[in-house]
């Protein structure tokens, strides 16, 4: 059995002094240890983040999805401990759903536990802006075939990992196709994965991603890029399937990471 004082929540902010009052009252409700990463926000999200008792780490500019989510690893593991669960703070990730969470780590078979909204459909659930489903639905077939994992939603970032597991992996990049580096290093260290049904909700299906990753086929490409990139360096480590059909011509990455929209 994990004990609370073994799980901190963490959670990446960028500009959300909309939701950051009500989001950080509810979790801390079902929180005793919260930690949040102000990814170089320029609005009153800093003022807002010192009326709650959470740790605060600043960037001084926005860093990125990929970079925050290293960074609130890294402080799980420095602060000791054990897991860490990881939410939005916009409103889309359900601070209710946190007991799950903790109830699933509980059960002590697995490394790796991932938020899926599309893993029980509710009659609840918000329709997603049909081009980041297309985009979501195809990566994460691919991430399947590949890897030989049966996810439903390789990209939702309401997730619970056990902070020892992931000690030793070499995780670089800052962007949103941070999940394509993570799948990959979880499959190659032989992590034991599952997902937990979480809600479907899109409060502003118009956010940006920020930059050239807008594009629907540019956002697919670099993804992809990001995955096979990622897939060939630990090919030793990966099934046959894995490797099936790249080349290395094929794998430069189109963009940088990109930040937090």
Same mark, same amino acid.
């Given at each position: 059995m994990v004990k609370q004082d073994h799980i901190l929540v963490g959670i990446p902010v960028f500009n959300e002094s909309k939701f950051v009052d009500d989001v950080l009252r509810e979790v801390l409700t079902y929180a005793d240890h919260v930690l949040v990463i102000d990814d170089g926000s320029t609005d009153d999200t800093p003022a807002r983040l010192a009326n709650h008792p959470v740790k605060i780490v600043r960037h001084a500019v926005n860093r990125g999805y990929g970079r925050s989510t290293r960074d609130m690893?890294?402080?799980?593991?420095?602060? !000791?401990?054990?897991? /860490?669960?990881?939410? *939005?703070? =916009?409103?889309?990730?359900? %601070?209710?759903?946190?007991?799950?969470?903790?109830?699933?780590?509980?059960?002590?078979?697995?490394?790796?536990?991932? !938020?899926?909204?599309? /893993?029980?459909?509710? *009659?609840? =659930?918000?329709?997603?802006? %049909?081009?980041?489903?297309?985009?979501?639905?195809?990566?994460?077939?691919?991430?399947n075939q590949r890897l030989g994992l049966e996810l439903t939603d390789g990209f939702c970032g309401f997730k619970a990992y056990r902070v020892s597991s992931c000690s030793e992996m070499k995780l670089d990049v800052d962007g949103y196709d941070f999940p394509m580096q993570f799948w990959v290093q979880a499959v190659a260290a032989g992590l034991k994965i599952d997902e937990l049904p979480v809600s479907l909700i899109y409060n502003d299906p118009n956010r940006s991603f920020g930059g050239p990753l807008d594009d629907q086929q540019r956002r697919l490409r670099h993804y992809r890029s990001t995955l096979h990139e990622e897939i060939i360096r630990c090919s030793q480590d990966l099934p046959d399937s894995a490797i099936a059909g790249l080349d290395l011509v094929d794998c430069e990455s189109e963009l940088p990471g990109a930040s937090h929209g």
């Open positions: 690893l890294h402080w799980a593991a420095q602060d !000791g401990f054990e897991w /860490l669960i990881t939410m *939005d703070c =916009d409103l889309q990730h359900e %601070p209710a759903l946190i007991p799950d969470f903790c109830e699933r780590i509980a059960q002590g078979d697995v490394d790796f536990v991932s !938020g899926s909204r599309y /893993l029980s459909p509710s *009659d609840t =659930d918000h329709m997603p802006p %049909p081009d980041r489903r297309e985009v979501n639905q195809v990566v994460t077939d691919e991430i």
